[in-house]
């Protein structure tokens, strides 16, 4: 079964820090991988995903993540942090046969930014 | 463009009565699933259906039941509300093709008192 873990329940920076979100996970096979944000009573908004190909993959409000097969991992990575980026994040690994549509998310991170 | 649409935003029900929940895909997608986030924790899968059919179910029991209309839409029914079924009801639609992604509605704010 697929499982995914975000090690961190609450994490806080400065504004204009930069930032690291921690994502492992667990699948039989090659996996399909997605950063997806939310902010308070919201809906999910995908920030990235990674299908195949290179590892480094970018997204959008200038998040970016890396897929590492050796450690599990894909973790999400921004330069500089602003203040509209506090939400909870969420890391989620997608079924094989459907990529996208049956996903099985991580308990999600906290992010809060001090100004 | 509209998005994936979700009715009610919010929704107040007794313990023991039945719910159910409405999501209108995006246009073009035909694959629709439903999730469920109780509050602090992670969305987890319940159904998802393309072509009017049930193509997956998470671990829920069959209080949950779904289906799919010939225009897409589907709508969630739950029977015999418990008070742990208080959540965030989300609705996502996508291609049903690999390499694909999921676009998820506002969701449906479920409150069973």
């Known amino acids: 079964a697929q499982s995914v873990t975000q090690p961190d329940i609450h994490i806080t920076v400065s504004e204009g820090a930069s930032l690291e979100l921690r994502c492992n996970y667990s699948?039989?096979?090659?996996?399909?991988l997605f950063w997806y944000v939310q902010s308070p009573g919201q809906g999910l908004q995908l920030l990235l995903k990674y299908f195949s190909g290179d590892t480094l993959v970018q997204g959008i409000k200038g998040f970016e993540a890396e897929f590492k097969r050796s450690q599990s991992s894909f973790n999400l990575r921004k330069p500089s942090v602003h203040w509209s980026d506090a939400a909870e994040y969420f890391c989620?690994?997608?079924?094989?046969?459907?990529?996208?549509?049956?996903?099985?998310f991580g308990g999600g991170t906290r992010l809060m930014v001090k100004p | 463009d509209a998005g994936v649409t979700q009715s009610p935003t919010h929704l107040i029900k007794t313990r023991g009565q039945q719910v159910t929940l409405r999501c209108s895909p995006i246009s073009g997608h035909k694959s629709v699933s439903w999730y469920q986030q109780v509050l602090g924790q992670g969305p987890q899968f319940i159904f998802q259906?393309?072509?009017?059919?049930?193509?997956g179910r998470g671990n829920f029991p069959d209080r949950f039941s779904a289906r799919q209309f010939p225009n897409y839409s589907s709508e969630l029914n739950v029977n015999a509300l418990l008070l742990g079924d208080s959540a965030l009801y989300l609705c996502?639609?996508?291609?049903?093709?690999?390499?694909?992604?999921?676009?998820f509605g506002q969701g449906t704010r479920l409150t069973v008192v």
């Open positions: 989620a690994v997608g079924a094989s046969d459907n990529a996208g549509n049956m996903l099985t």
């Open positions: 996502a639609s996508s291609f049903p093709t690999r390499n694909t992604e999921a676009f």
């Open positions: 259906y393309y072509e009017k059919e049930e193509r």
């Open positions: 699948y039989g096979a090659t996996p399909y």
